[in-house]
């Protein structure tokens, strides 16, 4: 038998010698290959005595084994040196002035959100936020939605590893959690939005891992179904810039709600376009309903005394079914063609502030 030693230092010093991932593969086959020297030697075994066999049968293959192990390390070495020459020479320099020709536009979503914020702030809403990485008791327990609660399981949620407490947090799946947080913070009543990313792990042409909503909740003393259908209706007609929209509530269910709706607007199809207002289609745009007393208790306030409403609607769809915008995907894949085609100009004010002055000056 062949000197295994003398092998493995030549064929490692060659692994060593190689500064491309190329040749390390070319080399690979060469040596380890069909007809590299360590098959060959291998294919010597069949012919060996029994005896002969138990002593180079395991000397050769763990010949094989440290070679491949080395291939592997040093390919894992020239992938990171390759990787850090892209780097450097891909580096931008983002303090530079943008040039006329990389003009930049804002995002359909940036856009959606201003003009969302501009409606319900003109109706009375404030703007309120939360946490991103949220915990289990904002997204789900204080939602109404306890542990092994089968809504869980809908939401396909993101899960942090457990901290030292045993306890996991989550990307939110919702904006709901705002609610909860709104509520907890201060004392009724309440009227605010929560525009927001929310995450999901779920992805085709309708679906993305990370998405937009926008929450409402209102809650005061006397707050009925009927408040919350105007603030829809009313927010549907200047969203979609049209007077006459028919609006649709179908019973539902979500934990936090009771009773829960999903908001269908009308609308039909022109030439592939989707047109709307009127029709004999239906678009779903968003899920709604009365809070759930148990929700109001579990923040410390009287079902008896204060009622509210909330809803949650996805600022994606919306902004997809107002400029007709196809696949969901696109909104994050940075394709400047595709922002220079959807974007707005960074003079585009949301809708409602570009109606006409009247007379006193006012909007
Ligand atoms: N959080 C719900 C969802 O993500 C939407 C919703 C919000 C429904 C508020 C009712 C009230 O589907």
């Given at each position: 038998m062949d000197d295994l030693k003398q092998i493995e230092t030549d064929i490692t010093a060659a692994i060593n010698g190689v500064n491309d991932i190329d040749s390390l593969d070319k080399l690979r086959v060469a040596e380890l290959?069909?007809?590299?020297r360590v098959s060959l030697l291998m294919r010597r075994l069949g012919k060996m005595t029994p005896e002969e066999r138990q002593e180079f049968g395991p000397k050769l293959n763990g010949l094989k084994t440290a070679l491949n192990d080395k291939i592997s390390d040093r390919k894992n070495v020239l992938e990171e040196e390759a990787l850090n020459a892209r780097l450097l020479s891909e580096?931008?320099?983002?303090?530079l002035t943008p040039t006329p020709e990389g003009k930049g536009s804002i995002h359909p979503i940036t856009q959606v959100v201003d003009e969302v914020t501009e409606i319900f702030t003109e109706m009375g809403f404030s703007v309120a936020e939360g946490p991103e990485i949220e915990e289990d008791f904002y997204n789900f327990t204080a939602l109404n939605?306890?542990?092994?609660?089968p809504a869980r399981q809908m939401h396909d949620t993101f899960y942090f590893p457990e901290d030292e407490n045993g306890k996991r947090k989550v990307?939110?799946?919702?904006?709901?959690?705002v609610q909860i947080r709104t509520m907890m913070a201060g004392k009724p009543p309440f009227r605010i939005i929560a525009p927001g990313r929310t995450y999901r792990c779920d992805s085709d042409a309708t679906h993305t891992p990370m998405f937009h909503q926008v929450e409402a909740l209102v809650i005061d003393k006397g707050i009925h179904m009927g408040h919350l259908k105007w603030s829809i209706e009313n927010f549907v007609k200047k969203f979609f810039e049209v007077e006459n929209v028919k609006v649709r509530f179908r019973p539902s269910y979500f934990p936090?709600?009771?009773p829960s709706a999903e908001v269908d607007i009308g609308c039909s199809f022109k030439d592939g376009e989707i047109v709307i207002g009127e029709g004999d289609d239906w678009l779903e745009i968003m899920g709604c309903g009365m809070v759930n007393s148990k929700v109001l208790e579990n923040v410390g306030l009287d079902p008896n005394e204060y009622q509210g409403f909330a809803f949650g609607m996805g600022l994606d769809r919306i902004s997809m079914l107002k400029w007709g915008i196809p696949d969901l995907r696109d909104f994050f894949a940075a394709d400047l063609r595709w922002l220079k085609h959807y974007g707005f100009s960074c003079l585009d004010i949301p809708s409602l502030s570009t109606r006409p002055l009247t007379q006193s000056g006012q909007k």
């Open positions: 290959g069909k007809k590299g580096k931008i320099d983002i303090t939605i306890p542990e092994e609660h990307l939110r799946t919702h904006t709901s959690p936090f709600t009771e």
